[in-house]
């Protein structure tokens, strides 16, 4: 195990030695941790490796000088500049949050940007400030349209919180699974379950490596599809970002042109709708209705969303990041990389 501080330190250090300035190193590495202390081991340190070799290939911006293109009181409009998600989107958060204590809804619209990674610490870092947190984002066309064999949308997740103790919040893709999961398959050499992925001929298939060339599906069938549609037109179509088979590839990697990414950022203040201590009575009593529920057979506890998340991340803050071992061989590529001490790593 190792403790959360030795792994922030060590992470901010391969960050800022790639290249990445001190402040951005920090929010990337907050926000990877963050996935794996909440076990979304998908979104987490795994992911390292590939944004610094977009960035070592030329086709992510280090250090991006991100502009706002319009603003309004309730809006910003940002180009990101081809940076990290992450980076903009922590700029985004920020504006609207101050926004949105005036106007009670302010929204942020992203594009020419890179993959945002797990929506949850963004919707997070909103409702820790006292508001309702929204976020899209599309991504690399990597699913098949309900009825289609060949990848034309992204598996375009989402993410709401909402101010709790401990927070509400729902995070998904709109595919069967996070393509991170096949990608995780794929490295360790497992299979995946039936029903994931279709390979290239639009073949059901449990081979991890030819999923990754085929397409994902969508979940609950036409259902999944059309949100991910949806998602496509707030994210892509309104940004100004690319959409569709128009946006790059991050896995596997593409380097000749950017990803092109759009995101969609939302914050609601509550006090704008009813008083705080109304809405946290009211939510408490829909809480307890879903907690109190009869439970089915051999389920011994109800949870709400994020709540599991949240129990995992207590005790990882307390006992220490237990990442798994391909991740780990990664972070010590990265430290040998960079004439760095892995001896945390070894913990």
């Known amino acids: 195990m190792t403790s959360v501080k030795q792994l922030m330190d060590l992470t901010e250090q391969i960050i800022k030695k790639a290249g990445f300035t001190e402040g951005d190193a920090y929010v990337i590495a907050d926000?990877?941790?963050?996935?794996?202390?909440?076990?979304?081991?998908?979104?987490?340190?795994?992911?390292?490796?590939?944004?610094?070799?977009?960035a070592e290939n030329n086709a992510l911006n280090k250090t991006p000088d991100l502009k706002i293109l319009n603003e309004t009181p309730s809006t910003v409009l940002i180009d990101a500049d081809n940076g990290m998600g992450i980076v903009a989107a922590k700029k985004a958060m920020d504006m609207i949050i101050e926004k949105a204590k005036v106007t009670g809804i302010a929204l942020a619209n992203i594009r020419n940007s890179n993959h945002l990674g797990a929506l949850a610490y963004v919707t997070n870092y909103i409702q820790e400030q006292g508001f309702i947190g929204y976020a899209c984002t599309n991504t690399s066309p990597i699913m098949a349209p309900y009825g289609g064999r060949s990848p034309i949308l992204g598996n375009n997740p989402f993410s709401v919180a909402i101010p709790y103790e401990p927070p509400i919040i729902f995070d998904t893709?709109?595919?069967?699974?996070?393509?991170?999961?096949?990608?995780?398959?794929?490295?360790?050499?497992?299979?995946?379950?039936?029903?994931?992925?279709?390979?290239?001929?639009?073949?059901?298939?449990?081979?991890?490596?030819e999923a990754l060339l085929g397409a994902v599906l969508p979940m609950a069938l036409h259902k999944g599809y059309g949100m991910a549609f949806m998602v496509e037109v707030l994210a892509g179509v309104l940004t100004g970002a690319q959409y569709g088979t128009n946006l790059g590839s991050f896995v596997p990697p593409d380097y000749s042109k950017p990803l092109g990414f759009g995101h969609v950022i939302m914050a609601i203040n509550i006090e704008s709708f009813m008083d705080k201590k109304e809405f946290e009575t009211r939510l408490n009593d829909l809480v307890k209705m879903v907690k109190e529920s009869p439970k089915a057979e051999g389920v011994s506890e109800i949870f709400v969303p994020g709540e599991i998340e949240y129990r995992r991340s207590t005790k990882a803050q307390a006992e220490g990041v237990n990442l798994k071992g391909s991740t780990v061989q990664l972070l010590k590529e990265l430290c040998q990389k960079y004439n760095l001490e892995e001896d945390v790593l070894n913990a």
Request: hydrophobic letters at 40%; charged letters at 20%; a positive charge.
């Open 31 to 54: 926000s990877l941790i963050q996935a794996d202390l909440n076990g979304v081991s998908t979104h987490g340190l795994a992911r390292l490796n590939l944004y610094i070799e977009r």
């Open 173 to 209: 893709a709109l595919s069967v699974t996070a393509r991170g999961n096949i990608i995780l398959a794929d490295r360790e050499g497992k299979p995946i379950p039936e029903g994931w992925a279709v390979n290239d001929k639009g073949q059901a298939t449990t081979n991890a490596k």
